[in-house]
Nanobody
Framework: QVQLVESGGGLVQPGGSLRLSCAAS????????MGWYRQAPGKQRELVATITTGGSTNYADSVKGRFAISRDNAKNTVYLQMNTLKPEDTAVYYCYAEGTVVTDDFDSWGQGTQVTVSS
C-alpha cells in the first residue's frame, strides 16, 4: 500500500501564489505517474496536472501558464507551484499516484488539502 500526504494549502488573495507538496511512502513500490486533481463545491473532481517519471507533463487548459508541476523521483514527492491564483481555483486539491507495488498495479489518493482564493 502506498500512502500520499499533502501539504501547503491555505488562504491566499487573488493574484497570489501557493506551493503544494505531496510525499509518497510505503515499501517496494515504483511510481509511474503523479499528479494533482481538484474538486470545488458542487462540482466533479477534475484533473489539474500530471507528471511522469521521465518528466512529461500534462495540464488542464484552465491552469496552463499559471501552474507548474514538478517531481523529485528520489524523494517520491510531487509539487504544484500555483501562481496568479484566481477565485475559481478554490477547491480541495488531491494528490494522485499510480504505479506498481512489487508486481501489482496500484493507484492512491491523498486526503486532500484546501486551497481558498479570496480577498
Amino acid at each position: 500500500q502506498v500512502q500520499l500526504v499533502e501539504s501547503g494549502g491555505g488562504l491566499v488573495q487573488p493574484g497570489g501564489s501557493l506551493r503544494l507538496s505531496c510525499a509518497a511512502s510505503g515499501s517496494m513500490f515504483s511510481i509511474n505517474v503523479m499528479g494533482w486533481y481538484r474538486q470545488a463545491p458542487g462540482k466533479q473532481r477534475e484533473l489539474v496536472a500530471t507528471i511522469t517519471t521521465g518528466g512529461s507533463t500534462n495540464y488542464a487548459d484552465s491552469v496552463k501558464g499559471r501552474f507548474a508541476i514538478s517531481r523529485d523521483n528520489a524523494k517520491n514527492t510531487v509539487y504544484l507551484q500555483m501562481n496568479t491564483l484566481k477565485p475559481e481555483d478554490t477547491a480541495v486539491y488531491y494528490c494522485y499516484a499510480e504505479g506498481t507495488v512489487v508486481t501489482d498495479d496500484f493507484d492512491s489518493w491523498g486526503q486532500g488539502t484546501q486551497v481558498t482564493v479570496s480577498s
